[in-house]
Every structure is written in C-alpha cells, then in structure tokens.
C-alpha cells in the first residue's frame, strides 16, 4: 500500500513544541488531527495558519489519511486478525472447529463445503471444504506469508486416516440409498452428521481444510444465471462483470508480486462471497426442521435469480482466489495471467450478445482485452487494475475535454471526490435509515484511498484516444 502524501508544509511526526505560554506541547503527528484536538496544537499543525491554501491542504491531507485508516480496517475486518492466526496450522486440532448444526454440505463449483465457527475465532463463520483425493489438501500457509482479502486463506487442513477411508468406501457401498447433497455431488460426501465436529467428517474418510471464507456461488453460477441480464440490462451486467474482474485481478497482482505464484482462474474455481454471519446461522441452525428443509430442496428448484437477489439486497460479493498448491506449469506466471484474463472476459461475454450499441463497460473490456493480445503492449497488472478502476467511478474523459492540464484536474478530481466519501461515511454511521457499506463501497474506498494520480493520468488519456466515454 502507498504511504501517506508528504507535504512540506505538513508535518507528520514533530518533535515537541513550546508556544507562546511558555509550556511544552507534546509531539503530535498529524495523523492524530481530530476535532477534539486543542486549538493551541491547530497552530503547530497548519505551519501557517494565516494561509488558507495550508489549512485547505491540511484538511485534504487528513481527509485523506482518514480515509486509509477505514480501508485498512475494513481489510482487517475481513482478514483473520489476532493471536489464532499467529499459530502454526498443525498447532490446531479438528475439536477446535464445529460445524452448525443442522447446516448440510453445499456444492460450489467443484468442492463441497460445509459452515464451521470456532471459540478461537470468535463471531465468524468458516469453511470447511471436503477433499476428493488426498493430494488436494493445499500446502500450509506459512505465518510469513501476506494474506489478501481477495485470496483464500487456508487455516489448517487435517489427513483422514486411510483405514478410516477404506471402512467408510465399503460402507458405502452397502448403503446404495446415499443422498447427494445440495446441488450436485456424489453420495462420498457426508451428507448425515450427527456429531456437529470436523471429527465426524475425518470418521468418514475424507481429507479436509478449514478455510476463511465460506462461498456462495462461483463466477461460472453467476455467468449463467444472468443470462438474461445480458439482453435486458447489458450495462448492469458489465459492470458487474468489470467489479468482478477488477477484484480477480487484484488477487492476482498480490499472488504474482508475492512469490510469482497464480492462482485457479477457472470460473468454477473463482468464488464470490458475501457477509455471513455467525448469529443468523446458528438461529438457522437451531430452527432447521423437516418442513424447512423441504422449503430449502423448493429454494433450490426456484434459486433462478438467487445471484441477482443477492446483489440487490447486499450489494456487490467479494471475489476470492483459491492458489495453485503447486508452482505452476506456465513457463512465465505473467503470460499465464494474461491468458487467463483474456479467457475469463471471453467467457463472460457470451455468445448472444450485441455489438450494436456496446456500453461504456463492454468497451472498456474489449479495449483490455485487444491490449493483452497484443504482442507489442505488454500491460502490467496495476494497469489493469487501474483501468477497470477508473471504468467504474472515474474520473471520465468529458471533465478534461476543456481544461489545460490533466495531471491537475486528475488530483482536483480525487480531492472532490475524497471529500464526497468522507461526507458518505458520515451520512451511513450517523443516519440509521442509510444501508451500510457493500463491498463495491469498500473497493472503490481503496481505489480513493491509494490510487496513484499519475497512473490515473496515463489511463485517463489511452481511454480518451480509444473509448467514446460519455
């Protein structure tokens, strides 16, 4: 992440001050400008509090540093913060998770997951996802390694005893009554577990990791079902799409520039997420009967605009990145990225839709996607990311179209904008009738936040030569 924008006029850490009363005033940073601060430190703050540019760049500094402070919180309200992620993976036991009772395996894309909790990560809702084969457990995430909000973060995995296993294959076989659980599957899977414990599904044979993040859907579920969206709101759609697009892109960056690595960029392999939470699935838990759950096999049958709901009433999902537990094959991990990019907006395109009159989004995809086939253009990933960031909230080309200086009006723009948010952030913490934050807030808080001007610039003027944007 970049550092806070020094200013000469500004300074961060002072040493300490004597003002004219005579008694010292402690070092204050100016990140710790707030409106209780006292006005005998305003004057020590601002260097010269007669010039109104000094106050008015000492107020956007702040606002600025403010507003890094909530993305950082936001992350680590996602992140697993505290002295649990600090163990090593093999220092956890499967009593440390339970799973909810009454909650069944789900289907998402390949893998089967069930919803865990565990005293040591309070109020969160974990995933245990079922391994088909031994050889898919991921490796151990070591406690040197970053974690990212847009990557998956693997907490423990645990071996199924293979005596276990071959017990549980020839029960199996005997039970040819065996459910499939929710969605698809095969009858391996434990669909009947009375011991709310991962025990009970290592009792059954089969190898599992405790993972961050509990899935909803993958980006292939939401390709397909919004099928019709493309024809009848091709704008909402690709916006979407570019939403999505930027956060896989995001995760990729922070696995590439961590260790060269990549991640499975299948679209049955990228997962959206969105908020659980722990209270609702222990009530759902604890009110599961048969008559709900024939109303789940009926939720089932009807989820034919389940991922549009969601996104009405929730707003945006999270994307998370499951790593490749191998280097990969690729001779260069970049080339792969980019193929895979190219591949992923191919398949989000579709075979039914319309170059009549393209949106502002579709063009913008076609643009990226003409760049990364262009053996002459080699974008980096930061371009991308900063190329479908300024696709979603600006700034657009019309506001340059009669002034002097882009560099100016791009940081003019970010001040306006800077502000703005600020006043947002206050109207939904103060206004209870205001909707809380949705993730797409939370991106474009990052892209506010720590965006580089000049990289903004350099996109600013490729679009303006290449889009029409209105």
Known sequence: MLAPIPHPHL????????????????????????????????????????????????????????????????????????????????????????????????QIGDSVYYSLHSPKFPGRVLALRIHKQTNEVPS???????????????????????????????????????????GGGSPEYPTNINLPTVQSV??????VSVERDLPHVTLEDFVQESSSLQSTDCVVYYRQVCVLLLQILMGSQHLYHMSAAAAKLRPQEIFLVWPNNDRDKKIEGEHTSKTERSDRIKEEMEKKDRIQKL????????????????????????????SQIVALIQYCWGPQDSFTFPSLYQRGLLY???????????????????????????????????????????????????????????????????????????????????????????????????????
């Not at 890094?68 to 680590?76: D, F, L, N, P, Y």
């Not at 071959?166 to 039970?175: K, P, R, W």
């Not at 290592?202 to 190898?207: P, T, V, Y």
Request: hydrophobic share 35%; glycine share 6%; net charge negative.
């Open 140 to 182: 151990a995430h070591t406690k040197h390694q970053v974690s990212h909000i847009n990557v998956q973060d693997v907490i423990a995995h645990f071996q199924a005893d293979s005596a276990l296993k071959n017990e549980s294959a020839a029960l199996q076989t005997q039970d040819s009554t065996a459910a499939k659980p929710p």
């Open 311 to 338: 996104w009405r009433t929730q707003g945006s999902p999270r994307v998370v990145l499951t790593p490749l537990s191998s280097a990969p094959s690729a001779p260069h991990p970049f080339t792969s990225i980019k």
């Open 11 to 106: 300074p961060e850490e002072t040493e300490e001050f004597e003002p004219g009363g005579g008694s010292p005033v402690p070092s204050l940073s100016f990140s710790q400008l707030c409106f209780d601060t006292p006005d005998k430190y305003l004057l020590h703050l601002f260097s010269n509090f007669d010039d109104q540019s000094v106050v008015s760049q000492g107020i956007q500094h702040r606002h600025l540093l403010f507003l890094r402070s909530v993305a950082q919180s936001v992350q680590a309200g996602v992140l697993l913060q505290g002295d649990a992620t600090g163990r090593d993976v093999s220092s956890y036991q499967p009593q440390d998770f339970q799973l909810f009772e009454g909650s069944g395996p789900k």
């Open 202 to 207: 290592l009792q059954q044979g089969h190898s």
């Open 368 to 470: 990226l996607a003409s760049l990364l086939q262009n053996e002459g253009s080699s974008p980096q990933i930061a371009d991308m990311v900063t190329m479908l960031q300024v696709l979603l909230w600006g700034p657009r080309v019309p506001l340059f179209s009669h002034m002097g200086s882009t560099s100016t009006a791009v940081h003019n723009w970010l001040t306006i904008r800077r502000a703005l948010l600020v006043m947002k952030l206050a109207e939904r913490g103060l206004i209870q009738d205001q909707c809380a934050l949705d993730w797409e807030d939370c991106v474009c808080l990052q892209y506010l936040s720590f965006t580089d001007p000049e990289t903004v610039v350099s996109i600013i003027n490729q679009l303006g030569h290449t889009l029409n944007v209105d």
